[in-house]
């Protein structure tokens, strides 16, 4: 069975920088499609990074567009979000998402099979 466990997370100040990692056991990474998702109170749970091995990547949300990162580790099988210039807005929990094979990148948190158990992330103003 295919389990996802993310860490990293945090309380930092704005502008600040927080790296957050997920772990992937049961299927070898680079032949998955996986991607990053936060959920803030109130709002729905949305996209913001991703990749596929079959349509290329890694792909943001315009809001963390030049200051996220989204990174793999094949033989760890471990993928990273290196979140620089934090702000307030980012307060989220994050989670990692992974599909059954890898399919096309989607945005989407319904095409996502497994889930980890999300790691919280508060930016103080």
């Known amino acids: 069975q295919v389990q996802l466990e993310e860490s990293g997370g945090g309380l930092v100040q704005a502008g600040g920088s927080l790296k957050l990692s997920c772990t992937v056991s049961?299927?070898?990474?680079?032949?998955?499609?996986m991607g990053w998702f936060r959920q803030a109170p109130g709002k729905e749970r949305e996209f913001v990074a991703g990749?596929?091995?079959?349509?290329?990547?890694?792909y943001y949300t315009d809001s963390v567009k030049g200051r996220f990162t989204f990174s793999r580790d094949n033989p760890k099988n471990t993928v990273y979000l290196q979140m620089n210039s934090l702000r307030p807005e980012d307060t989220a929990v994050y989670s990692c998402?992974?599909?059954?094979?890898?399919?096309?990148?989607?945005?989407?948190?319904?095409?996502?099979?497994?889930w980890g158990q999300g790691t919280q992330v508060t930016v103080s103003s």
């Open positions: 998402a992974a599909r059954r094979s890898g399919a096309i990148l989607s945005t989407a948190s319904t095409a996502y099979d497994y």
């Open positions: 049961g299927r070898i990474l680079s032949s998955v499609t």
């Open positions: 990749i596929s091995p079959s349509g290329g990547g890694p």
